[in-house]
């Protein structure tokens, strides 16, 4: 439990390191993701990008489990 918690740790440290960068990428705005703007509000839900990233953690914890 130790190590997964240092492991998620240092890979939010990573992303807030490469926010810059990070956020020049596509995730958020793919298609399938659901914007809707009105005059005073907006409801933004990301779909498509919450699935990607669901399948990339999975991989991830997958390889750790082998």
């Keep these: ?3 997964i ?3 998620i ?3 939010v440290l990573a992303i807030g390191l490469l ?3 990070l956020s020049k990428l596509p995730f958020g705005r793919l298609p399938g993701d659901i914007v809707i703007q009105r005059p ?3 409801f933004y839900f990301p779909v498509t990008t ?3 990233i669901s ?3 999975s991989l991830i914890f997958w390889l ?3």
């Design 1 to 3: 439990m130790q190590r």
């Design 5 to 7: 918690l240092v492991i």
């Design 9 to 11: 740790g240092l890979v």
């Design 19 to 21: 926010w810059p960068w």
């Design 40 to 42: 005073g509000f907006t």
């Design 50 to 52: 919450s699935i990607v």
């Design 55 to 57: 399948l990339v953690l």
């Design 64 to 66: 750790f489990r082998k």
